[in-house]
């Protein structure tokens, strides 16, 4: 095998003017959170919805709180985002003395759920029959013409904040666009792991019979890498292809696949070892695994060595299965962390 940067394509670098991040294998990520902030800002800030004689306007983004990011991998990008957002407006009906004033909030745009499926509620100030005929005028037409706003958002995060993440290649002055493969985490694309239904009764307060797991796996990457897509949320969503809730540090919580897997970060050290408490959520209750990644860089791969105590005996042999396909093999597809070439 030939040793990192000795014959290995993906880690030489050509005779190019940036001379990074050769035909785009390596994992890139620039920040859209302030972009973003800007942008949503620039759709919603002033939006008029007027139709039948009622006028509405979006007078201020009170609030705009979350993150976002655009991820590269193998020419592929990768979008994370969520935003909670507050929105004060104002109408009122033609012809009608009373300004009506009230707030929109949508808490879940991210891309967990489409733009259809966004979560909106409209309040307002007053309780007269004006005001609640501008309230439903904006439940009901209102939220589709924010939609539209929230829309061109996430299409002007993929199409134009993204340039640049994919760079051209060797003898190219630009990116052809059919090279540009954009996706989601995907959120929409949801992988459950089979839960072990154990036939035998539990009896509470008795002695838990339990194993050891012990596997090994080479990685083609670099062992900071493997550590990255272990603890970084946005890419751990894009292997486990669902969503993701992570606090990367020390006795910080994480919970993936629907809340199959949930836990907690008991060591952490950069491109080294992770030591996680761990369970399935149909183990018995209150029961936590104590999982060790040890991670180690060769000269040409990266070697991991899994150490999980404490399993229950009847899931060993699911627990073993689930690790190589749902976080393994996964994360090799999702980075190509698999290929030799």
Not at 186 to 197: A, D, H, T
Not at 204 to 214: H, N, R, S, V, Y
Not at 319 to 339: D, H, L, Q, V
Request: glycine residues 8%.
């Amino acid at each position: 095998m030939a040793k990192w940067g000795e014959g290995d394509p993906r880690w030489i670098v050509e005779e190019r003017p940036d001379a990074t991040n050769v035909n785009n294998w390596h994992w890139t990520e620039k920040n859209a959170g302030p972009w973003s902030k800007d942008r949503l800002k620039e759709l919603l800030n002033n939006l008029i919805i007027a139709q039948n004689g009622i006028d509405c306007k979006v007078t201020e983004v009170e609030k705009v709180d979350g993150e976002a990011s655009a991820n590269n991998r193998k020419g592929k990008l990768i979008f994370f985002y969520e935003w909670d957002i507050k929105l004060k407006w104002e109408g009122r009906l033609a012809g009608a003395s009373e300004l009506v004033k009230g707030e929109v909030h949508i808490p879940n745009l991210s891309e967990e759920n489409d733009v259809s499926e966004v979560d909106m509620t409209v309040t307002i100030k007053g309780s007269g029959e004006e005001a609640q005929r501008v309230k439903s005028f904006m439940h009901n037409f209102g939220k589709d013409e924010i939609r539209k706003q929230l829309k061109e958002y996430i299409r002007s995060l993929k199409e134009e904040f993204s340039k640049g993440l994919i760079l051209p290649k060797k003898g190219e002055t630009s990116v052809k666009p059919d090279s540009v493969s954009t996706i989601t985490s995907g959120f929409n694309k949801k992988i459950n792991m089979e839960p072990v239904i154990s036939t035998e009764k539990k009896q509470i307060g008795c002695k838990l019979d339990t194993k050891t797991i012990e596997l090994t796996e080479t990685f083609q990457c670099r062992a900071e890498e493997f550590y990255n897509a272990m603890t970084r949320i946005e890419m751990v969503t894009a292997f486990t292809q669902g969503h993701v809730k992570m606090d990367p540090e020390k006795g910080g919580k994480f919970a993936l696949f629907g809340g199959n897997v949930t836990g907690e970060f008991k060591e952490l050290v950069p491109g080294k070892k992770i030591v996680q408490y761990w369970r399935y959520k149909q183990w018995p209750e209150q029961h936590f695994s104590e999982v060790t990644f040890t991670i180690d860089e060769k000269d040409d791969h990266t070697l991991v060595t899994l150490k999980q105590e404490l399993v229950p005996a009847a899931e060993v042999e699911q627990t073993e299965e689930n690790w190589k396909r749902y976080y393994f093999n996964s994360i090799k597809r999702a980075f190509g962390f698999g290929a030799f070439l």
